[in-house]
Structures are given as C-alpha cells and as structure tokens.
C-alpha cells in the first residue's frame, strides 16, 4: 500500500510541476460551462417563434405574454404554415391552439398547446422560454379570474399583487403533447446540462493526458526502474492510477464546486455524483494506461488521447444532449462510458436519484473500468521487455 | 565456500529470430567487482535485464544472494540496486525527492531513509543542489544521481550498465572512484562498460562479452595471457589502407590486422613488437601510407579482444 502511495504521490507531483496542466484542468472546464450555459440560457431575446391559433382571448395572451419575452412572435393563419417555419429553420419553435385550448381558457382549466421544437441547437432553449412563460401568463390569469369573482378587474388586479407572496406556484397549465425532449429536461436549469457534459467531457481528457505521462516516464526510464526495486505490476499500475483518479476527483470537484457558487448549477446528491465520477475517472486513466503503454511517441499519444477524449465526448453525449439522438445514435452512444455517465448524473441532478437508482450506469462503469485496468496491467508488463 | 552474491546459470533469451544472449554464466562473490566488457549490440544490457527481473529468460537461471529471481522476484530485488545504462530519474524532481521516492519503493521511511538520502547525496557530491528539479543539472550530475539512486538501500548486489557514457572526465573519474569505495565496502559490483580502461582499473574479474556469449573470463592478467604476451602496434595516417592492411598482414610477426573505421587507423596484433616495429613501419609506407604516428602498447584487453574476435572492441 505504501508502495502505491509513493508511486501516486510522484504522480499528483510531475502533474503539478507542469503549470499548463492547470489551465486544461482548471480554467478551460469552466469557461466551456459558462460558454454553453450563456448560449443555453435565458436570454433568447429576438428568437423567431411561430404560432397558430383561434385568435380569442388564450391566443391574444399568450401572443402578448411572449411578446413582453422579447421574442419574435409571428402569428399565422394555418397550422401547415406553423410546420413549414419550423421545419425551414425561419422558426426555433412553433406552437399550435386550438378552440378547445380556448374553451378551457375561459374556463379556467387546464389547457393543452402544442409546442414544435426545432432542429437547432437554440430550439430546446428557446422552447423553455416559451413553456415558462405560457405557464406564467396562465397562472396570473387563472389567479386574476379566480380573484375577479369577488369584484372588478382593477381590484382584483391590485389584490393579487399584493397577494403575490402568498400565492402558491404557478400550476402547471400549459400541457405539451408528448415530447420526450421536454421531459427529459424537465427540472434542467440554464447552466445544468452544459455544466454536467462539460465536466464529464473535461475529466476524461485530463486524466487521457497521463498517456503521454506515462510515456515520458517509460522513456525516461524510471518505470523500468520502479520495476526493478520489489514492486509488483499491479502495484505500480495501482499507483499510476490511483494518482490520477485523484486528479480527476479534485478536477471534478472543483468544477461541480465553482459551477455552483458562479452559476448556481445544482448537483443532486453530491456522494451518488462522486460516486459516478469516481468509477469514471478509473475509466480514463485505465484507458490512459493502455495508451502510454502501447503508443511509444509522445506527441501520438497527446493527439490520441485529445482526439479519443473529444470524440468519446461527443458520441457519448457531452457536446449535443443524448436526448436529441436517434434511436440507432443512442445505441452507439451506449458504448462510451460518458453516455452511461451523462445518464447517470442527469438523473442525480434533475431527478434526485440516489445510489440504488444509478446502479444500472455504475455496474456498466465499473465493468469498463475493470477491462481497460486489467488490459493496462497486463499491457504494462509486457512493455518492460520492448527497449524505448 | 561462501554463498555467491550473484549465480547465474546458462541465461539465454532471443528477440524474433535474433539469439541476443547465448549461454551466459556468471559468479559474483560479495565484495567482487567483475566487469562484463563488450562493444555496442553485445549482449550488456538484456543480460542485465533479465538478471534484474525485468526481462524474462527464454532460458536459465539467476539467484541473488540465495534467491531464485524466476520463483521470489520480489525477495531477489530487494538485493539489488540498479543503475540503469540510461538516465532513469524524474527529471521534474529535485534530487532529494528522486532519492525518496525510489527510497520509499524499497521499503525504507522516515529517519532510516532521510538520514540515507543525506549520505548518498554526500557520496555523489549533490549535496549542494539537492533540492532543485534535477532536469537544470549537467549531464554529470544527472548520471550521479542515477548512480546514487541505486545504492541508497544499501544492496548486497549493485548493478552499472555503463555508467559513464557521455559523461565529462571529471565526473568520469568521480563515478569511477565511487564505485571503487563501494567494493572497498563488500558491496558486490556487476559492472558494464565498453571502455577497456574502466574494466581494467575498476574489475577483480572481466568477462569478455560478444554476440551474446562469455567468449572469455578471467582476471586482467589472465586474459592478457590468452593472447601469448601479443603487443599491439598501432598505426596512424593516411594512404590506401586496404592495401597497406594486406602488406602487412603479409610480415610473420603480426598476427592479427585491423582497420578502425572512419579513421586512418591499423590496429595490429604483434608478437614481439620491438624487433619488428621496422619492417612494419617500412611495409606501410612502401604500401603508399604516409604515416602521422605509430602507437605501441604492451598487450592490454583491447588486445585480447582483438585477438579473440578480430574485431576492435570501438568502431
Ligand atoms: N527489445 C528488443 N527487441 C529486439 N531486439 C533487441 C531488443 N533489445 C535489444 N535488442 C538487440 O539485442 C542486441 C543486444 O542489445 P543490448 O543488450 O542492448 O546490447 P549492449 O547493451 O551490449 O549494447 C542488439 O542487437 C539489440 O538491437
Ligand atoms: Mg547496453
């Protein structure tokens, strides 16, 4: 054990004496957080949004409501016309009223719009703003209605103001028909998704970067020598490894602590996160130690852990959200550990799940971490008899 | 009989087709140096590889102080220190946290490995620069410290794969005569060079290495004798070498002649030297050479080798 503690002891230290290392770990992750949360988030000021309905009451409010949202309200004569914007990319989001979402206006019930999310990458925000603010115009006029019935309009009006702080959440109003997309992101802030892809994406291509660690070490010698003084392989492996995962959980902490306290990104369950990024940062530095091993050039192994990093990244949904993939994507998807972690941590934040609900995405985690560790290990012996 | 420090036993490994080592055998008593002198490509470093445990033997055995390095890998290694014919250090680490570091994988902590460090750092002269990060140090230095790397645990076996490549005189001589105190010690010294000189002033016994095999072994003065008191001439200049190699190839006491490449140099094997120095001399520069120097030397180990495999042991 005290073998292990050295040897990862060496490593937390040859990682420190590179500065640049802490800006890729440090700085990067957290300007990508801010980067995307910003392009995801609340101001979509001026976004084109196309709508149809019976013009009555419902549409007018609604019209006006997401007018005052600052976004660019067109209203059209046909639903046909509504698909055609949104399809076309002239519309983010399309919505669609119908006589009966009139009727439960006035009748102060539950009403159901549709709403049509496009294909850009704006469209799922912009979709929430729409939603939000549906909801908001909704409730205040279930509210004002309800109030109307003991007098005038203005009073009523009035009341409610001052009322405002006793009145209980918005109920929600405004139903949109089945749109998995939708779901998925209920209860996802501004900064949540981008902050969990990001740090997902930004772990693994830190701790991919002990390759050509690791190949600088063979190159200079010291593993050779580190085998030769009476250390086993699964020790030295050990230590490799443990030395990163903990810069991958000081990394991972860091990013979840900083994205809280600047953008107030939530993280469920902060043990069942950790848990889930632990298992993961074994991945990587497994995966690390299978490269370091088997690549013999530096600079091939940096090029391949970047690219492997950005890729895996990618595919495994830390740069588009799974949730906009297609069936057969997802299945490939399924096969980068970021996709099961992705899952994992999207439940923890926007569900609450606990342990026993990500126990699925751990087994799968943990079965890679085990392969990719035991490949390294077995690689690594191997690698003592090829002269570098 | 005392128990050897080192016994290895018919060691043999190829790479692919290629037999690298062939057969060898080797005794090491505690407080020997022996030496294992051979050219570039010889054999030195995979013998010593797999007699550290860090390369497998397609045949053959090592036993390091009674332990048997294919059955208790990890009980033999605690016997032995080794100094890697390349740099093996943190270059990021100051020279300190080298030595703790690969002190601590030798088991040793707290007081007991502080107080080694100092004294290693005392016996390499780093003492002085024991805290920077050791890739600012010269060449010198760094091949110290990899030096210092190896006996910081006191080890009944210390193992050099040429410890001296590339290094300035002055360190040369520092790291030889530390190794020199070592044996003084009882330490036991494997010692690999291609540099004749460093075998000849350091090794209580060489072994003559090529092509994978122990082609002889013996003290100095043992192996001298393998070439029947030879002495070797040495000719310096320019001209049509062939030729003149074939000249004086030609005269009865010269025995074996041999062109050093790339340079104007005849190496020859002659018996008695001094009677035949002329006709030599006279051959060459009738053969068209134009000579800038004539060397002679009593017979040393670059003379056996010479005479061994007709090759000089530098080319
Ligand atoms: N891992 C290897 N794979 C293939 N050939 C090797 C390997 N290691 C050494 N060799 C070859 O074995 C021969 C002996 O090498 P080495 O033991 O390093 O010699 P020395 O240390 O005496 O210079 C050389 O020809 C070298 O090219
Ligand atoms: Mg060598």
Avoid at chain 1, 162 to 180: F, G, K, N, R
Avoid at chain 1, 331 to 356: E, F, K, S, Y
Wanted: net charge negative; glycine share 10%; charged share 20%.
């Amino acid at each position: 054990m005290r073998v292990v503690l050295a040897i990862a002891w060496v490593e937390l230290r040859r990682f420190l004496a590179d500065r640049s290392n802490l800006f890729f770990v440090l700085i990067l992750p957290l300007a990508m957080v801010a980067v995307i949360g910003w392009q995801f988030g609340s101001d979509r000021s001026g976004s084109p949004v196309s709508v149809h309905g019976p013009g009555g009451a419902a549409t007018e409010a609604l019209v006006a409501g997401w007018e005052d949202a600052e976004l660019a309200v067109t209203v059209r004569t046909t639903p046909e016309l509504v698909q055609e914007d949104v399809s076309r990319g002239s519309a983010e989001v399309g919505v669609l009223l119908d006589a009966e979402a009139e009727t439960a206006w006035r009748d102060g019930i539950p009403m159901e719009l549709e709403i049509i999310t496009g294909s850009s990458s704006q469209a799922p925000a912009v979709t929430q703003v729409v939603r939000a603010q549906a909801e908001a115009v909704a409730t205040e006029a279930t509210q004002v209605g309800l109030l109307e019935t003991f007098g005038d309009a203005t009073e009523a009006r009035a009341a409610l103001e001052d009322a405002s702080a006793l009145v209980p959440p918005a109920q929600l109003l405004v139903q949109q028909p089945e749109d998995p997309v939708a779901v998925a992101f209920e209860g996802a802030e501004q900064f949540d998704n981008g902050a969990v892809a990001q740090l997902l994406l930004f772990v693994f291509l830190s701790t991919l970067n002990a390759a050509p660690a690791l190949i600088k070490a063979r190159r200079d010698g010291v593993v050779r020598r580190t085998m030769a003084a009476p250390v086993t392989t699964a020790q030295a492996m050990a230590g490799l490894t443990t030395g990163r995962v903990v810069i991958a959980l000081v990394q991972g902490a860091y990013i979840m602590l900083a994205s809280s306290l600047l953008f107030g990104v939530r993280w469920g369950s902060l043990g069942v996160a950790v848990a889930v990024l632990l298992v993961f940062g074994l991945i990587a530095a497994g995966a690390a130690m299978v490269i370091g091993v088997l690549v013999d050039s530096e600079g091939a192994a940096s090029g391949l852990a970047v690219g492997g990093g950005l890729v895996l990244g990618a595919v495994g949904g830390s740069m588009v959200p799974l949730e906009f993939y297609s069936d057969t994507l997802r299945q490939v998807a399924q096969l980068t550990p970021h996709a099961w972690a992705n899952d994992a941590m999207a439940q923890i934040q926007r569900q609450g799940a606990g342990i026993a609900d990500v126990l699925p995405q751990l087994g799968v985690l943990a079965a890679m971490a085990v392969g990719v560790l035991v490949l390294g290990s077995l690689l690594l012996r191997r690698s003592l008899a090829r002269a570098m | 009989m005392t128990t050897p420090v080192l016994q290895v036993e018919g060691l043999r490994r190829s790479f692919g087709p290629a037999t690298v080592v062939d057969g060898v055998s080797l005794r090491i008593d505690p407080g020997e140096t022996v030496g294992l002198l051979g050219p570039n490509g010889a054999g030195k470093t995979t013998t010593i590889s797999m007699i550290a445990g860090l390369l497998r033997p397609d045949d053959g055995s090592v036993v390091i102080q009674g332990v048997d390095m294919g059955a208790e890998p990890l009980a033999a290694k605690r016997h032995l220190g080794l100094v890697p014919q390349d740099l093996a250090i943190y270059p990021e680490l100051s020279a300190r946290s080298n030595l703790s570091f690969f002190g601590r994988l030798q088991g040793m902590r707290g007081a007991d490995l502080r107080r080694r460090v100092a004294e290693v750092l005392e016996v390499v002269g780093l003492t002085d620069r024991a805290t920077g990060a050791s890739k600012t140090f010269s060449g010198g230095m760094k091949r110290r410290l990899n030096i210092a790397i190896g006996l910081l645990h006191e080890p009944r076996l210390l193992i050099l794969d040429e410890p001296t490549v590339g290094v300035d005189p002055q360190s040369r001589n520092a790291i030889l005569e530390s190794v020199e105190a070592l044996s003084g010690e009882g330490m036991a010294v494997l010692y690999t060079t291609h540099y004749m000189e460093e075998a000849e002033r350091l090794c209580d016994r060489i072994g003559i290495i090529d092509g994978g095999q122990i082609i002889a072994e013996g003290t100095r003065d043992e192996l001298v004798e393998l070439t029947g008191g030879a002495d070797t001439v040495t000719l310096v200049g320019e001209g049509p070498l062939d030729e003149v190699e074939a000249a004086v190839a030609g005269i009865p006491a010269v025995r074996e002649v041999r062109r050093v490449a790339g340079e104007g140099r005849l190496v020859m094997v002659v018996q008695g030297a001094p009677q035949a120095i002329s006709a030599i001399v006279a051959t060459a520069t009738g053969a068209g050479m134009t000579l800038r120097d004539v060397e002679t030397s009593r017979p040393d180990l670059e003379s056996v080798f010479l005479h061994l495999t007709g090759k000089a042991l530098r080319d």
